[in-house]
């Protein structure tokens, strides 16, 4: 099983930018699709962006513009960077790879322990 470790959180203030990393245990990024997804306190876990294996990327309209999620294949690594951060992007953030359609419905067995963000007015 590929193990995930998200890292790259912290304390930000409006308008500042963080960029996050997941690191996997083996390079599959090659053939899998990935997913950036966050989980607000009291909310359920959203899908942020998304890369699929061909590199076509999707965004939730609430990042659009502001987010980028990228990999690096040599390092085994996907990356979420985050511009103009606002208090409502405030959750911790996860990463994911799978299938497409796994990817999409955020539908896993099993997470990594996530990266809290914040971000202050």
């Known amino acids: 099983q590929v193990q995930l470790v998200e890292s790259g959180g912290g304390l930000v203030q409006a308008g500042g930018s963080l960029r996050l990393s997941c690191v996997a245990s083996?390079?599959?990024?090659?053939?899998?699709?990935m997913g950036w997804y966050r989980q607000a306190p009291g909310k359920q876990r959203e899908l942020v962006a998304m890369m699929t294996s061909t590199g076509t990327t999707n965004y939730a309209d609430s990042v659009k513009g502001r987010f980028t999620i990228s990999r690096d294949n040599a390092k085994k690594t996907v990356y979420l960077q985050m511009n103009s951060l606002k208090p409502e992007d405030t959750a911790v953030y996860y990463c994911?790879?799978?299938?497409?359609?796994?990817?999409?419905?955020?539908?896993?067995?099993?997470w990594g322990q996530g990266t809290q963000v914040t971000v202050s007015l």
């Open positions: 083996v390079n599959i990024f090659s053939i899998n699709a």
């Open positions: 994911n790879v799978g299938r497409l359609r796994n990817v999409a419905a955020g539908d896993f067995a099993s």
